[in-house]
Structures are given as structure tokens and as C-alpha cells.
């Protein structure tokens, strides 16, 4: 089985920083990519920004230049550094995963979620 937990989620005011972390731990042969992901109340989850293992990644519009994704290969490990925070970016914010088993297989998981609230 494979756990992510995440990490750093909190209450901000606008104009401030977050730091999310999420941490893969189990049966990983190999990591695909890992990526954060926010759901607003009543909404779909949506992609926040991903990182694949070999450094590519990509980000909604709404947190270009705002936030930026990074990740730990050898500690199945990603990060999201929050900058310039929104009210509008408050939301629970999930850590989701793909990677490959000892067989080659794909798989694919998601994390308990974390609360990020912006208000002054």
C-alpha cells in the first residue's frame, strides 16, 4: 500500500506564503510524477501544478508566478511554495501521485487533503 500525506496547510492572510509538502511513502518502484490540487466547496478538484520525475512541470494559470511546485526524487517528496496569496485561493489542497509498481504496474493515489485558508 501506498500512503501520501500532506503537510503545511493553515490559515494566511492575503499577501502571505504557505509551504505544502506531501510525503509518498510504500510499495514505489518508481515514481511518475506528483502534483497538487485544490477542490472549493461544491467544485470539481482541480490541477494546481505537477512535477514530473524528471523536473517538467506545469501550472493552472490562476498560480503562475505565484506559486511554484518542486520535488525530492530520492524521498518521493513534492512541495508547493504558496507566495501572494488569494482569498481566492482557499480550498483544501490535495497531494496526488502516479507511480509504477514492482511489476510495471501504474497506479495512481491521492492524499488526505490539507485546508488552506486566506483571510484577513
Known amino acids: 500500500q501506498v500512503q501520501l500525506v500532506e503537510s503545511g496547510g493553515g490559515v494566511v492572510q492575503p499577501g502571505g506564503s504557505l509551504r505544502l509538502s506531501c510525503v509518498a511513502s510504500?510499495?514505489?518502484?518508481?515514481?511518475?510524477?506528483m502534483a497538487w490540487y485544490r477542490q472549493f466547496p461544491g467544485k470539481q478538484r482541480e490541477l494546481v501544478a505537477e512535477?514530473?520525475?524528471?523536473?517538467?512541470?506545469r501550472y493552472a494559470g490562476s498560480v503562475k508566478g505565484r506559486f511554484t511546485i518542486s520535488g525530492d526524487n530520492a524521498r518521493n517528496t513534492v512541495y508547493l511554495q504558496m507566495n501572494s496569496l488569494r482569498p481566492e485561493d482557499t480550498a483544501v489542497y490535495y497531494c496526488?501521485?502516479?507511480?509504477?509498481?514492482?511489476?510495471?504496474?501504474?497506479?495512481?493515489?491521492w492524499g488526505q487533503g490539507t485546508q488552506v485558508t486566506v483571510s484577513s
Open positions: 510504500g510499495s514505489i518502484f518508481s515514481m511518475n510524477s
Open positions: 512535477i514530473t520525475t524528471g523536473g517538467s512541470t
Open positions: 496526488a501521485a502516479s507511480w509504477r509498481d514492482s511489476s510495471w504496474h501504474v497506479h495512481d493515489g
